[in-house]
């Protein structure tokens, strides 16, 4: 029996009870390999195993192990060991999140997640690339994730987690490189695989949009594994977050990504916040003016263009005057988030609203100054979005937290936008 155990070509799988580890046994088993699967619940490994084995007809191997425990990895690979089972591939997937501010949860919780995102990891890739650098070849893919390019709000402990399985497979991908060894980081975004209920996630508008099924994010790993790459970003939108990260300040996209990460139920869901929808608007302006130039007045009138500075610089001071108006009102400077006194003394609408309008101005401004109506185009889209995915959803918020004082918010607010 040992002898066609030997002659197989063996996947370790941790974390294969569910989720990614379930997707990989799945796409492994197409591909004809014989499976290892790993985890510390026992009868949903055994239904799929069942069920691998009924589909695809190959070798699966059931094993019940805590990988939180260093001394329960290494009896793993001494019972693989005396099974005549050495694994080529080792996909390695247990682990677990939290969110939540970092001083709120159970230093236990924290700790726990270290062990087996961390701790774990470190050790099983340890055990079983000394396998494979004796036998000179080997392939080993570490699940990392969209988190580890940067610290989150409320994911403190499992974005420095997944930070270190990133940098230690960046490191290991050359350093195992001369015995033989592929190494791997796979860097997922939101998945549906049932990991944000485990790590009592609210899922927001913005993650719902990204979210990916586990079938593409598993068959992007195993491509880059295969390709010997060293790590990947499944899926268009992470890589463009990936790149956003990139080329913005860190006080930015960290900003951004809190909004996209955490549900703020004591905040009106807005789509965006309003100067980054204004920013938006321009940009798609200036890119549509590139490719398809739409010139509102002849070239040589100069009078277009000194009224667009002239709204460019309302705007500016609109907003600079509302901000004054939050703060002599000893509230706090920031004109988005609503409170119960600014509502009822008429602070908030009174000042906040000119905003938006100077948002629309700023817009068509720019239409002015570049001579484009695509401009004028963009300031109609935000408009709507102001209306729709701003306005609309505040009056919601304000309705359900502030009673009584809603019928009062929202006739000002009409009769501004």
């Known amino acids: 029996m040992h002898i066609a155990l030997e002659n197989k070509t063996w996947v370790l799988i941790t974390g294969a009870s569910s989720g990614f580890g379930e997707e990989f046994a799945r796409q492994y088993a197409e591909q004809g390999y014989a499976l290892v699967l790993a985890a510390r619940r026992l009868d949903r490994l055994q239904a799929i195993a069942e069920a691998i084995r009924q589909q695809h007809r190959v070798e699966v191997v059931v094993e019940q192990v805590d990988l939180s425990d260093v001394g329960a990895i290494v009896q793993l690979q001494e019972r693989l060991r005396e099974r005549g089972i050495a694994i080529d591939i080792l996909i390695n997937n247990a682990g677990h999140g939290l969110q939540g501010p970092f001083l709120d949860a159970p230093l236990d919780a924290a700790l726990a997640m270290v062990r087996l995102d961390v701790a774990s990891l470190t050790a099983v890739t340890h055990v079983f690339a000394q396998d494979m650098r004796t036998r000179g070849r080997g392939k080993i893919l570490l699940v990392a994730s969209l988190l580890a390019y940067q610290g989150v709000e409320n994911f403190a402990v499992y974005s420095a987690a997944k930070a270190y399985v990133l940098r230690l497979g960046e490191a290991l991908h050359r350093e195992l490189k001369r015995d033989g060894i592929t190494v ?95 920013l938006g608007c321009i940009l798609l302006g200036f890119v549509a003016r590139h490719f398809f130039p739409l010139r509102w007045f002849a070239p040589a009138n100069t009078l277009p263009i000194l009224v667009g500075v002239v709204m460019i610089a309302i705007s500016i001071a609109v907003v600079v005057l509302a901000r004054r108006t939050f703060i002599a009102q000893g509230t706090h400077s920031n004109p988005y988030r609503p409170t119960k006194a600014l509502v009822m003394t008429g602070v908030f609408s009174v000042s906040r609203n000119p905003i938006y309008v100077a948002f629309l101005l700023f817009v068509l401004g720019f239409a002015l100054l570049a001579n484009s109506l695509w401009f004028v185009i963009s300031a109609c889209v935000l408009l709507l979005v102001l209306h729709f995915g701003v306005v609309k959803q505040e009056e919601r918020y304000l309705r359900e937290k502030f009673g009584d004082s809603y019928e009062q918010y929202c006739s000002r607010v009409r009769r501004w936008i």
């Open 184 to 278: 791997t980081a796979l860097c997922p975004g939101m998945s549906d695989t049932g990991f944000a209920t485990a790590a009592q996630q609210k899922i927001t508008p913005a993650l719902k949009l990204l979210m990916m099924k586990p079938a593409p994010v598993v068959r992007a790993g195993i491509r880059a594994l295969q390709a010997g790459r060293i790590s990947v970003v499944p899926g268009w939108a992470n890589k463009a977050s990936v790149i956003f990260m990139w080329v913005t300040p860190r006080w930015l996209h960290q900003a951004v990504f809190s909004r996209v990460m955490n549900a703020t139920p004591d905040r009106a869901r807005i789509i965006a916040p309003p100067p980054l929808l204004a």
